[in-house]
């Protein structure tokens, strides 16, 4: 697992620890994917509103201010009561460029854009946009290391090209949220026409 501002598991995934007595049985163990996105939705339902996200695509009004936008977390309150299954199947793993590099679903991981470098390195080097997805079957291997250390992994990938195809629905399903809900930020960067543009307003002003 590698550093973060990358496209391996090392820059975003975490172990989470909760703790709910009465509410979530002791000792439990989830080894399913989640997301901080999640957090909202969930307690939202866990304070009684379990409904949040629904509300919030058609309008909510709170106090005096009306939000009308496309939550991506999921309400994980019933499953984590094991009243119901674990909701969320996916993650789409984002670049602070704004590229989608790397999709997970359940155990599957596949890789569009690669970071090469290492250290403090993968802050001045791009990523490496793949002709071909990697893929990687995180249950067998978590560390993401079969394309360098397996001897048969271009024979395999080919194998399970089927694991690919789930992806065009995730991300076909995920960007058709765009359309009425478009990102309201453009994604941050660290290239020098942007500091030279904000020096020269600097100047004007």
Known sequence: ???????????????????????????????????????????????????????????????????????DGYNLMPALQEKGEWPRHEFFHWSDSGSLVGLRYDRWKIVFQEQRAHGFDVWQEPMVTLRMPKLFDLRADPFERADHESIGYSKWRVEHAYAILPAVGYVSQHLGTHADFPPRQKAGTFGLDQVLQKLQEGGEK
């Open 1 to 71: 697992m590698l550093h973060k501002n990358s496209n391996w598991e090392g820059g975003y995934r975490v172990p989470a620890l909760v703790r709910w007595p009465g509410a979530i049985k002791p000792g439990t163990q989830i080894n399913d994917i989640t997301s901080l996105e999640d957090l909202m939705p969930t307690l939202m339902a866990a304070a009684g509103e379990p409904d949040i996200k629904a509300k919030l695509l058609a309008g909510h009004t709170v106090g005096d201010q009306t939000h009308k936008v496309h939550v």
